[in-house]
């Protein structure tokens, strides 16, 4: 007797696979992540390299292949990130925040004074915005829009994440995080990232840290839509690794 498992997929695997999410007829339960890639590879051949290349998340935490997944665990297969229902819906959900505000994802366009306004307090001397936007041209490719898919409720986890760890490494440091989903037309915002400091130094080094984690360990894929074709985007550079 098999037991159902509900796996939700996204951007570039859930292109190849052609679905958002797959329900495996796991023989036994309970199975370990590792054992639940296996599976996924040997069902899906096609996509077994990038299904390698990619995370299990458990209840929206990065899972470790030893970790046990149990009947009615939210299970979900995260490939490389770049960066409704709240589960990745692509038809759109409007917005949704963290509890405080301070994080958010939203279909809608972005404003920096409003992400700014949230970190400004009378005690930091310093505050800075970095702003992403959609540029037209990478070397000879023309970029027509980008597209932003996102597992919405672990990606707000996981920039809330990124918010309280700048608190600790650089107290009494503020941040607030606004990501754009859907589609970003060219010279529009994709993703507002504020901090305010006491001082400038640490301003400057926790805003770097802040985008950092995010295109490390923040469940957001962007689709680069070109003139000729398009691709989804993951990690930038090395192995990627955001579990550590």
Not at 117 to 124: I, R
Not at 136 to 159: C, F, H, N, Q, S
Request: charged share 20%.
């Amino acid at each position: 007797m098999t037991t159902p498992l509900h796996v939700f997929l996204f951007a570039g695997l859930a292109d190849r696979i052609g679905s958002s999410s797959i329900t495996m007829n796991i023989p036994q339960l309970p199975v370990s992540a590792g054992e639940l890639k296996q599976l996924l590879s040997e069902a899906y051949p096609d996509a077994a390299s990038l299904i390698a290349a990619s995370f299990v998340a458990v209840n929206q935490e990065y899972a470790p292949a030893d970790l046990l997944i149990h009947e009615g665990d939210e299970v979900a297969l995260i490939p490389p990130v770049s960066g409704g229902d709240g589960l990745g819906d692509r038809a759109g959900a409007s917005t949704m925040a963290t509890e405080d505000g301070m994080c958010l994802i939203t279909s809608e366009s972005l404003s920096v004074e409003d992400t700014l306004s949230k970190v400004l307090h009378p005690d930091h001397g310093a505050s800075l915005s970095f702003v992403g936007t959609t540029r037209e041209l990478t070397g000879e490719r023309r970029t027509v829009t980008l597209e932003y898919d996102a597992y919405i409720p672990m990606a707000l986890k996981e920039l809330d994440k990124i918010r309280q760890n700048i608190a600790m490494k650089w107290p009494p440091s503020l941040c607030a995080i606004s990501h754009r989903i859907g589609t970003v037309g060219i010279g529009e915002i994709s993703v507002v990232i504020a901090v305010s400091s006491p001082h400038r130094a640490d301003c400057y080094e926790a805003s770097r840290y802040a985008i950092e984690e995010l295109k490390r360990t923040v469940p957001i894929w962007k689709r680069e839509i070109w003139d000729d074709g398009s691709e989804w985007k993951g990690a930038q550079t090395g192995t990627w690794d955001p579990s550590n």
